[in-house]
């Protein structure tokens, strides 16, 4: 009875997936979209110059807005839902990086731009990315809903950091 289906479902002995942030030491997952394109192994997309170190820029392959970027960590990491207190740091370097981004696209009026993450379920890529986009004022009607602030399926850089920062007291 048990092992009636067993045959079609191989994947079901296996453990599910863990996203959390770091697991598998190498931090490379071959089957991760983001893992080839940090490792410049999607020769479709191109790499913007970034200076931060052991992140990558690249355009967002359907635009929500004029300026649309994703900042990602080289390093597989898991979604936004599974950081910790201690990737504080992580996120704020990605908000840097992507200010830098768009500075060097000349877009330069920082008070008009949107970074954050979709949180889970809502995002097709488990990697960890932000979203940067600009002007937030020109952001078309799907992008607005997509790209929501105070919304169950997306959390700006700054309300994530602020849940890191109150997640110890709950813990
Ligand atoms: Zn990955
Ligand atoms: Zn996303």
Redesign the pocket.
């Known amino acids: 009875m048990a092992g009636e289906d067993g045959a079609a479902a191989p994947e079901a002995a296996q453990p599910r997936a863990d996203p959390s942030p770091g697991s598998g030491g190498g931090g490379y997952d071959g089957k991760c979209v983001f893992c080839r394109i940090g490792r410049r192994e999607e020769p479709g997309t191109a790499l913007l110059p970034c200076e931060s170190e052991g992140l990558v820029c690249f355009r967002d392959i359907r635009p929500g807005a004029p300026h649309h970027y994703l900042v990602v960590p080289v390093e597989h990491m898991g979604n936004c839902k599974t950081l910790k207190k201690e990737h504080i740091p992580l996120v704020e370097k990605m908000m840097e990086a992507g200010k830098n981004i768009l500075q060097q696209n000349n877009f330069t009026d920082l008070n008009d731009i949107r970074m954050g993450f979709?949180w889970p379920p809502f995002?097709s890529?488990s990697h960890l990315?932000l979203?940067v986009l600009a002007p937030a004022s020109q952001l078309g009607f799907l992008s607005r809903m997509i790209y929501r602030i105070n919304s169950y399926w997306f959390i700006t850089a700054e309300q994530l950091i602020e849940r890191l920062q109150t997640e110890n007291a709950a813990s």
Do not use: V
């Open positions: 979709h995002c890529i990315h979203h």
